[in-house]
């Protein structure tokens, strides 16, 4: 939950049983016609024959949480979608992910489940 608050990522459910977190969507800020280094969205040619990378726009966020103070899991899937490349289309593409948001998430999840509560 603090690693979410940290990222401004709002949480659509949390069920502390079962360690299941689902975010809400959440808007992705990348740089334009740069590579993400998370997800692959494949490239655009615009009118101009130029090749631009599409890039991530929004996200999905699934955490599964499982352990305690002392050892613990964690399991994140990240769907990523960038939006379409012109304004006069109103859908999304989604990307394949390239698992390393996810991996950083995951470390930053278990660095902070297992560290001493005051």
């Known amino acids: 939950i603090d690693v979410f608050a940290s990222g401004n990522i709002?949480?659509?459910?949390?069920?502390?049983?079962?360690?299941?977190?689902?975010?809400e969507q959440s808007y992705v800020a990348a740089p334009a016609g740069d590579e993400s280094p998370y997800a692959d969205c494949g490239k655009h040619k615009s009118k101009?024959?130029?090749t631009t990378?599409?890039?991530p726009t929004?996200?999905?966020?699934n955490i599964l949480v499982r352990g305690d103070s002392t050892a613990s899991n964690?399991?994140?899937n990240v769907?990523?979608?960038?939006?379409?490349?012109t304004a006069r289309n109103s859908f999304s593409t989604?990307?394949?992910t390239k698992g390393v948001y996810e991996l950083t998430l995951e470390n930053q999840i278990k660095v902070a489940a297992e560290a001493p509560k005051n």
């Open 48 to 50: 101009l024959m130029t």
């Open 94 to 96: 989604e990307c394949t």
């Open 10 to 23: 709002p949480i659509k459910t949390l069920d502390r049983s079962s360690g299941l977190i689902v975010a």
């Open 79 to 85: 769907s990523w979608f960038a939006a379409a490349p």
């Open 74 to 76: 964690v399991r994140v």
């Open 53 to 55: 990378y599409q890039v």
């Open 58 to 61: 929004t996200a999905n966020y």
